[in-house]
């Protein structure tokens, strides 16, 4: 169970696919995500991409809280193609992003 609600990921995917027009909005939702939530997206992120496997999802998060360096959503939205990693690493940690993206829509 992730401290992260799927749907706020979700937000975030759809935010990231539309970035030019809505990057304030975005970086604002990151900014509220407590420590632990900020944790998990940067991870769910770095699973989807490749730089772990979804059975170091632990590994990934200790990571996650340890390099935290710069604010998350700088770096989140810095990170190219980051709403396509996010959405694998969900898909990877046997979580389905469609559902809630298709209900924000």
Known sequence: MLAIST?????????????????????????????DEAAELVAIMWIGRGSFEPEDFQEALRTARTEATTPTADYMIGTPHM??????????????????????M
């Open 83 to 104: 709403s396509d990693h996010l959405e694998a690493g969900l898909e990877m940690l046997g979580i389905d992003p469609s559902e809630p993206e298709d209900e924000l």
């Open 7 to 35: 749907h706020k990921v979700a937000q975030i995917i759809l935010m990231g696919h539309e970035l030019d027009r809505a990057e304030g909005e975005m970086r604002g939702l990151i900014e509220t995500l407590n420590e």
